[in-house]
């Protein structure tokens, strides 16, 4: 077994921007695991906010000797790293056997799911724009976190009457912010929040009324984040990024739902590639936010397909 990897560069389609920074291209990690003359490939995006680099995730992925299998990976910490690697692995078993990751898996058949379109943090002003260019989607998510949230969010529902909005505040917003908000939140017909306050500072949220429901990002990774989520949350969000794998978003999102969570399964900014894993992780899902691949100026060959039925699962020659 042979494990390569390579960084590729996607531009993006539009100057992107959070509550921590903006962002003009994605710079991902492309891992390929050979055996037999088979090759199964994965991507992953390194994340600052975990402490990840191409640098330091590199050296985690060579320093991987194979042959290796995707519970041996679980030596690895749930992170890029790992994610490439079992879903490279995950695709290298399809190829090798002629079945489809899903059948592997014992999934049934997926299907396309309605994605959210997110918009990036702008002045009200051009999120008002961006929301009225992109009014036909059903499902839009907002990046907010700052102090002064009101006026963007009205800006966008005046300017997508129609559209399902969700809300992601990146940490950015404190509990009094927050307590703040909701009932505006309520009123414009805000469907979610995205990690109102930052992880490990949480605690607030015990107790706290949760008019609109509350989904866990940087708070969740994988199953040993849930025992800390009681009480705070209502949702969590699922990226494989975090949780090191299809495997154990899969894993998470039994456990999430045995104990009552809903959940929501997201993506850090890559290609098709990033994306197809995750439409299995996302059916049924209460919210998909898997709208990488249109945030790019350029993709992977044979990219996921987009239409009025969502994102698509992907084809053979992609992934799976």
């Known amino acids: 077994m042979e494990i390569s990897v390579s960084r590729d560069v996607f531009k993006l389609a539009q100057v992107f921007t959070i509550s921590r920074g903006s962002r003009t291209e994605s710079k991902v990690l492309t891992v390929r695991v050979t055996e037999d003359g088979v090759t199964g490939w994965g991507e992953c995006v390194p994340y600052a906010r975990y402490g990840e680099t191409l640098e330091n995730v590199t050296a985690l992925i060579e320093g ?7 519970a041996g ?5 749930a992170g890029a790293a ?16 002629g079945k489809r990751v899903w059948e592997l898996a014992g999934l049934p058949a997926p299907g396309p799911e309605i994605t959210a379109y997110t918009l990036s943090l702008d002045t009200p002003e051009a999120m ?6 992109n ?20 800006a966008v529902r005046a ?17 009094e912010v927050y307590a703040d908000l909701a009932p505006h939140l309520v009123r414009l017909g805000v469907a979610l929040v995205e990690q109102p306050l930052p992880a490990g500072e949480d605690e607030a949220l015990i107790g706290m009324d949760r008019p609109v429901p509350v989904c ?26 975090k949780t090191g794998g299809l495997t154990e978003a899969l894993a998470l999102r039994d456990a999430a739902l045995v104990e009552g969570y809903k959940v929501m399964v997201g993506c850090m900014v890559g290609s098709s590639l990033a994306m197809a894993p995750a439409t299995l992780v996302a ?3 209460m919210v998909t936010d898997l709208d990488g691949p249109l945030l790019l100026a350029e993709d992977r060959d044979q990219p996921l397909t987009f239409d009025d039925s969502g994102v698509h699962p992907p084809v053979a020659a992609l992934w799976g």
């Open 135 to 154: 009014a036909f989607r059903p499902l839009l998510k907002i990046k907010l976190g700052t102090p002064d949230d009101m006026p963007r969010l009205e």
């Open 73 to 77: 990976l679980y030596t690895l910490p």
């Open 159 to 175: 300017g997508a009457p129609k559209s399902t909005i969700i809300v992601d505040a990146n940490e950015g917003w404190s509990a």
């Open 82 to 97: 790992r994610n490439a690697l079992d879903c490279a692995l995950w695709d290298l078993e399809a190829k090798k056997t």
């Open 283 to 285: 059916q049924g899902a």
């Open 128 to 133: 008002q724009a961006q929301a009225a260019k």
């Open 64 to 70: 991987v000797k194979g042959p290796v299998s995707r």
């Open 216 to 241: 866990a990002d940087e708070s969740c990774h994988d199953r040993t984040s849930l025992p800390n989520l009681k009480g705070k949350y209502d949702v969590v969000n699922i990226k494989l990024d």
